[in-house]
Structure formats: C-alpha cells, structure tokens
C-alpha cells in the first residue's frame, strides 16, 4: 500500500501516549498546524487518518530539516 494511502498507526492515539498527551490535544494541535499552514495535511478516513500529498510533502522538507541540524534526538 502507498504511503499516501496506509493509515498511520490507525489515529493520533499511539502519538498521543507517546508523548503523554490527550487524543484530543494532539487532534487540535493537528489542526491548528492546517490552520497556520493553510492546507489539510491529513485526511480522516473510517479507520484512522492518512497524510495528504500536502502533508507528505511537508514531512519530507521538515524531516530534511531537522536532519541538517545534526541533532540526534533519543525517545525513551
């Protein structure tokens, strides 16, 4: 299946208990980011959400980013 079209981890939660937060909290800050951006980086399906061409795109130039700075970040 096409990243376009594989549901990520079914919906925010797995992010959420990740980073300690609330489903909800980690749907708002979602769309707050489309809101800033001014486009829909993810679209919400029966089983989850999938990123959008806009939102894969994005992911691609922040992942670059973030790797150019050289930082290694360690999840625990």
Do not use: K
Not at 62 to 70: E, F, I, N, S
């Amino acid at each position: 299946m096409a990243a376009s079209t594989r549901p990520l981890d079914s919906s925010y939660t797995p992010a959420a208990g990740e980073l300690a937060l609330t489903q909800g909290t980690i749907s708002r800050q979602i769309a707050s980011l489309e809101g800033f951006i001014g486009t829909t980086m993810f679209r919400r399906i029966r089983c989850g959400v999938v990123l959008t061409p806009a939102g894969e795109a994005y992911a691609r130039q922040v992942t670059a980013r973030l790797d150019g700075l050289g930082l290694e970040f360690a999840v625990e």
